[in-house]
Nanobody, 115 residues
């Protein structure tokens, strides 16, 4: 499956961004999906996940209450609404299944938050 992320950018602390992930195949809709992020020198971390039907979402404490994951299976698209952004949210953001499939990593989208 090809996954294409978009929506990143350069913002100030406290701003919001909405990321999008478009999947090339309809099999997207049967998979649990997640948003991951990575900074240089660190392991990629899962920052949000959503079940195939979209009813259950999970977040680590670092983003809980600020990030919201959602999906539109009819459009093979997933979103990440990020509010109250902090400099520590700066990273490249990727989407993938949960658990992730190595072959499906895309280019990601850069999010940079300045203080």
């Amino acid at each position: 499956v090809q996954l294409v992320e978009s929506g990143g950018g350069l913002v100030q602390a406290g701003d919001s961004l909405r990321l999008s992930c478009v999947a090339s195949r309809s099999t997207f809709r049967i998979n649990a999906m997640g948003w991951y992020r990575q900074v240089p020198g660190k392991q990629r971390e899962l920052v949000a996940s959503i079940t195939a039907g979209g009813r259950i979402t999970t977040y680590p404490d670092s983003v809980k209450g600020r990030f919201t994951i959602s999906r539109d299976n009819a459009k093979n698209t997933m979103y990440l609404q990020m509010n109250s952004l902090k400099p520590e949210d700066t990273a490249v953001y990727y989407c993938n299944t949960v658990p992730a499939r190595r072959a499906d990593w895309g280019q990601g989208t850069q999010v940079t938050v300045t203080s």
